[in-house]
Structure formats: structure tokens, C-alpha cells
């Protein structure tokens, strides 16, 4: 069953199925320039190896993208009553489990470069509706990633799809907001 049942039936038209397509691309390319001159305003001398940062940025955020579609097309399921923990290490595994670290390199190489990214927020200067547009999305994927761990529903092969242009969108929008040069202001 998909992780949003009801949408289902309108991702059947052709016409939905389009503007959702271009709807999520564009918010993740729309959330990639901004996290990417968030980036070069936070760190201006970055600035000074704009090529170099914006490829480096672009690897990651795409190995990124291309290692965490499968988690999500597949997820691990996690059932509540298998969270008992007695002992410290059986909290680690637990935490390993829930943060699905517990699968191999790949999936840790993925994990880090998405903490890197919730750093990188954390250090960058968002106000306004720049911070609430990235919020909101980021929240929301990680209830979506949560709902597909701990319940029976399983994304559908367009609700995959549609995680993957988004990751695609933040990776190319990464790469727009870090490829050029900002200009200070100018003081009047």
C-alpha cells in the first residue's frame, strides 16, 4: 500500500501526475539554491574556490540522493514491540536500527552526508520564509520516511520517483546557488 493511499487514484491523471512531478523537482531545486547560497553567504570565503566547494557539494549531495532512494523505495521495517533495550548495547543496536545504520557503508556514507546537511543548516543564516520553506519540506519527508519505517506502508513506485526528483532537485539546486560569485551589498 503507498505511503499516501488517497492520492493514488489522483496520481492516475496524467495531469496530476505532471504538475506533481514538476512540483516536487522544482521544490527541491528551489531548496537547493537556497541552501547553497545560504552556504556562500555563511562561509564567504568559500568564495575563493567556487569551483572546487560547488563540484564537492554536487558529488556529495548526488551520492547523496543516489544512495538514499533505495532506503527509502525499500525501507527497513522496525516493529514497536522490538525496541526493548536491556543493557547499553542493546540500546546501540536499537539506535543503529532506528537510524538504520546497521546496514552497511552505504547507507552510513548516506546517513553522514545528511547530518553534514542538517550542520550546514544549522550554521547557515535562514530567516523568514527561506527557513519555514526548508523546514516544512524537511519535516515533511521525515514523516514520510517515518511512516514508511514503522507502519506497513511501503511508498509506491511514483511516490519513489517523486523522492528521487526531489533529491535530484536539491542536488542540481545545490549546484545553481553555489556555481556564482555573491556580490556584497552595496551600502547606500
Known amino acids: 500500500m ?9 496520481f492516475q491523471d496524467p495531469i496530476f501526475s505532471i504538475i506533481s512531478v514538476l512540483g516536487t523537482f522544482g521544490i527541491g531545486l ?8 545560504a552556504i556562500l553567504l555563511r562561509f564567504p570565503r568559500l568564495q575563493n574556490h567556487l569551483k572546487t566547494v560547488s563540484i564537492t557539494l554536487f558529488v556529495l549531495f548526488l551520492i547523496n540522493a543516489i544512495l538514499s532512494v533505495p532506503r527509502f523505495a525499500s ?13 547499553p548495547s542493546e540500546i546501540a543496536s536499537v539506535l543503529f536500527l532506528i537510524f538504520g545504520m546497521n546496514t552497511g557503508f552505504l547507507t552510513v556514507l548516506a546517513i553522514s552526508i545528511t547530518v553534514m546537511t542538517f550542520v550546514l543548516l544549522k550554521f547557515t543564516h535562514l530567516h523568514g520564509v527561506s527557513k519555514g520553506f526548508i523546514f516544512f519540506f524537511s519535516i515533511l519527508l521525515l514523516i514520510l520516511t517515518a511512516l514508511s519505517r514503522f507502519t506497513d506502508l511501503t511508498p509506491s513506485t511514483f511516490e519513489v520517483l517523486l523522492y528521487f526528483l526531489y533529491q535530484l532537485g536539491i542536488t542540481i539546486g545545490i549546484l545553481a546557488g553555489t556555481i556564482r560569485k555573491i556580490k556584497p551589498k552595496k551600502l547606500e
Open 75 to 87: 525501507p527497513e521495517k522496525i516493529e514497536l514491540s522490538n525496541l526493548s533495550a536491556a543493557n
Open 2 to 10: 503507498a505511503l499516501i493511499p488517497f492520492l493514488v487514484d489522483i
Open 30 to 37: 528551489f531548496q537547493g539554491i537556497i541552501l547553497g547560497r
